[in-house]
């Protein structure tokens, strides 16, 4: 039975007000939603950058014309997650500029596929120059994410956002969006991670203009961050202590990349060390 946005939330708020942090895990593969779920996750997201970082691609990748993204996470959730991702709510990450799509139309087949809630990624707020302007101009800007994530709150699905501005993290709130995540852009780390990423005071500078902003007339809000340097526990902590006010972490490359990277050699090396008994 699908969990409802209420149910959702009452979740996230007693994990937060227990002292916990809210974690959402980002999942290309059946395999590693079904995992992260039984290892604590508060909500299991899917979408084409995910899907193309289990490839063993960058999940950049899904920013360039090579893929459907809205076909490709009604499918992962169709086929191989809502299936496997037990009592954990199953989030679905849309390209809501798609010119090609009635965007309602479309967010009612994620409902009716078992999609318990709806988020903007990929986002247009990663993009920024000529390109993002004339995204802009030509009617396919973030206005299209705050559309779509205002009628899929107004289905009653959860909701969440991505956000790299004050305005943006503003105008998802104004609408319902119940969680609004700050991004740092493209992790790092790892064997595909980027190389050059929003740093620490830059990554707490947007962070807490965001948390600043939210606060006179959404504080009721749920503040969770994702990308750029955050590659391990320890990294969200040292955040977390600078800026108390943050609710959770959304985990990508940090959720399934970096894992698989780790023990698969491992794993193979130790069967390697076996010797044959010749």
Known sequence: MALSRDTILTRLRNEISSGRPVYDALCGTGITGKM????????????????????????????????????????????????????CPVIAGILAADPTRDMNVFIRKLIDAGY????????VALIDGNFRRDLEDTGMGYQKEVDALKFASEQGLFTKAFCTT?????????????????????????????????????????????????????????????????????DFAALLDKE???????????????????????ATQGFKSVRLKR
């Open 36 to 87: 992260a779920a039984k290892g604590g996750a508060d909500m299991i997201t899917t979408h084409i950058l995910a899907y193309f970082r289990m490839q063993g691609l960058s999940s950049m990748a899904g920013y360039l014309p090579i893929g459907d993204a809205n076909a490709i996470t009604l499918e992962i959730g169709e086929r191989f997650l809502i299936n496997v991702v037990e009592d």
């Open 116 to 123: 318990e809630g709806l988020m903007n990624c990929p986002t």
């Open 244 to 266: 108390p006010r943050l609710d959770g972490y959304v985990g990508g490359s940090s959720a399934e990349r970096f894992p698989i990277e780790e023990s698969v050699p491992k």
């Open 166 to 234: 004050v305005d943006e993290a503003l105008a998802m709130a104004a609408v319902g969006v119940d969680n609004i995540i700050v991004h740092f852009g493209n992790s790092s780390g790892g064997t595909i991670g980027s190389r050059t990423v929003l740093d620490y005071e830059a990554s707490l500078k947007r962070t807490q203009s965001i948390c600043d902003a939210l606060k006179a007339d959404f504080p009721d809000r749920i503040i969770t961050v994702h990308g750029g340097f955050i590659e391990t526990p320890q």
